[in-house]
């Protein structure tokens, strides 16, 4: 069973309030047992100032009956006409005790138990009775009989009378021995319900640190770490409730949140490579643009001086007819080859410089939505009539579909030139070549896959550089994928390279926008342009 938080506070107020219980039970009833002990007390002291005129008031009756007796004959009918107030004031008293006797009777503690005491004040009254009908018979003065019989009966009363308190005072002695044991009877309940509180208050205190404030702190303090920058810790609870969820819940968040840094950590590395290849382009471009305008003329000179020479020398070979001396006619063809050399590579500087300028020219072309299929099987064919590509194989993939962009495709050609001849390049004789198109309403991209030399992960650091190349006849300019690579971000799109290692082959994809994300390219690119 998975217990919640709700739970968990349950059982604590339910052990709370046992505690408050117990400790409640304990001392109301020690108050109620104190209090009935005081009732009843107070009850019977009620008792003690009506024994006392029962006492007295029997003692003066006795004392007249003494009178009568030592009195003359005038003297002690006086006091025989006493003898009816006395028993009268006698019978008023005990019917006064009666009446306090059931007020003790509402505890069944030992000194409540009034049995004796009505026996006492039924024989009481009974010889009140016997004195009472001795006085109606001597109306007159008393026969020696009745003054015996009445004598008898006043000794009986005066022994009932002394023998209430008796009767109390021996009640209050068993009520001694009988509080002492429910005293300690409730000392040893009162022990027993503190212990058992305090047990049962240390159990609340060490579940409700297990289960709330420990996970909570443990909450507390990962949530700290994790505000402090160290992402890779995880919060754990040890529990299986609410707190554990939320801890859960805060590990994820992390984890998302960690995924996303780096992701962002990586595209910010990836947009600063970009910044930073494209500052080198542009400033790769605008040198490109000075230097290659000072260096055509000088070149152009060069290879027109070269051949002047050439023409010059071989007029005046076949003028003169030096040519008949077997080391001069060898020392002339050493010289047409250097002058033929120097000619070469005088074009072969120009080219480079007017590749330079294509590489600096950063107008703007007119763009337009072109199929891409079409420039993409041009530049296959083109290829195909290249004589060292010839027996190298070419396959072409597509979806089926006409797929469009908005492209300058003389420019797009260009790109699809570079790539699909470096992929050449790199090839053995039995190597392959896949050109595969694909695309969606977003984007247009071309996938180009060889099985050549590879490339290292250095390499692939930097092969989008101006000048960096690997090409192994080493006759690359190392500016074809710089170019390319502008070519590609003008039209808003991106190039990516990726190989396994040397001898794994290499693939490159390019991804171009369609209308609807080219043109917000576009609009970006015009309001940073208006900014610069």
């Known amino acids: 069973m998975k217990w919640t938080i709700r739970n968990k506070v349950i059982v604590c107020l339910g052990l709370l309030m046992t505690i408050i219980g117990t400790l409640a039970f304990s001392g109301f009833q020690g108050v109620y047992s104190y209090r009935r002990l005081a009732r009843s007390i107070s009850q019977r002291a009620e008792e003690i100032p009506i024994t006392e005129d029962l006492i007295r008031q029997t003692k003066q009756l006795n004392d007249s009956f003494v009178q009568y007796q030592t009195e003359s004959s005038m003297e002690a009918a006086v006091e025989a006409s006493k003898f009816s107030d006395y028993t009268r004031l006698i019978r008023n008293t005990i019917e006064r005790y009666e ?30 009775t016997k004195v ?24 009986s009363l005066a022994g009932k009378t002394n023998l209430i308190p008796q009767i109390l005072q021996q009640r209050m002695g068993s009520f001694v021995d009988e509080v002492r044991l429910e005293y300690r009877t409730w000392i040893v309940i009162t022990w027993i319900t503190t212990i058992t509180a305090t047990a049962l208050l240390i159990q609340l205190i060490r579940l409700g640190h297990a289960w709330i404030l420990k996970p909570f702190n443990k909450l507390i303090s990962g949530s700290r770490r994790i505000a402090h920058g160290d992402l890779e810790f995880q919060i754990s609870t040890d529990t299986d409730d609410d707190m554990a969820e939320l801890a859960d819940a805060m590990n994820n968040m992390t984890r998302n ?44 000179s060069i290879a027109m001086c070269a051949e002047s020479l050439e023409s010059r020398m071989t007029e005046i070979v076949n003028t003169t007819g030096v040519d008949q001396n077997e080391e001069v006619s060898e020392n002339l063809e050493v010289i047409r080859k250097y002058l033929q050399r120097i000619q070469k590579e005088a074009f072969r ?26 420039i993409i099987e041009d530049t296959l064919e083109l290829i195909k009539h290249v004589g060292k590509y010839k027996d190298k194989m070419i396959q072409f993939q597509s979806n089926g579909g006409e797929i469009r962009a908005v492209i300058h495709a003389q420019e797009i050609k260009q790109v699809m030139l570079n790539l699909l001849t470096n992929a050449l390049d790199s090839l053995e004789q039995s190597g392959i070549v896949t050109v595969q198109l694909d695309g ?16 290292s992960s250095e390499v692939l650091q930097q092969l989008f550089q101006p000048f960096f190349t690997r090409r192994r006849d080493g006759r ?17 799109g991106t190039i990516t390279a990726s190989s396994d290692g040397p001898g794994q082959g290499s693939q490159f994809i390019v991804t171009l926008p369609v209308q609807e994300q080219i043109q917000e390219s576009d609009l970006h690119d015009g309001k940073q342009n208006q900014v610069a």
Do not use: W
């Open 99 to 128: 009446a306090v006797l059931p007020n003790a009777e509402d505890s069944d503690l030992a000194i409540n138990d009034t049995h004796r005491e009505r026996e006492v004040v039924r024989d009481i009254r009974s010889e009140l």
């Open 132 to 155: 009472d009908a001795l006085l109606d018979t001597g109306r007159g003065p008393l026969t020696p009989q009745s003054i015996e019989s009445l004598e008898t009966s006043i000794i």
């Open 257 to 300: 949140f960690r995924l996303i840094r780096n992701d962002l950590d990586e595209q910010v590395q990836v947009r600063t490579k970009e910044a930073i290849r494209s500052e080198q382009l542009a400033s790769v471009g605008f040198l490109a643009a000075g230097v290659s305008h000072e260096i055509n003329n000088p070149l152009a």
């Open 349 to 374: 500087c120009k080219g480079i410089t007017e590749r330079l300028l294509d590489f600096s020219r950063v107008g703007e072309s007119q763009r337009q939505s072109t199929p891409v299929q079409p």
């Open 440 to 455: 969606n309403d977003r984007e247009c991209q071309i996938t180009i896959t060889d099985d050549g030399c590879g490339m």
């Open 476 to 492: 690359g300019t190392g500016l074809g994928l710089s170019i390319t690579y502008r070519i590609v971000s003008e039209h808003g």
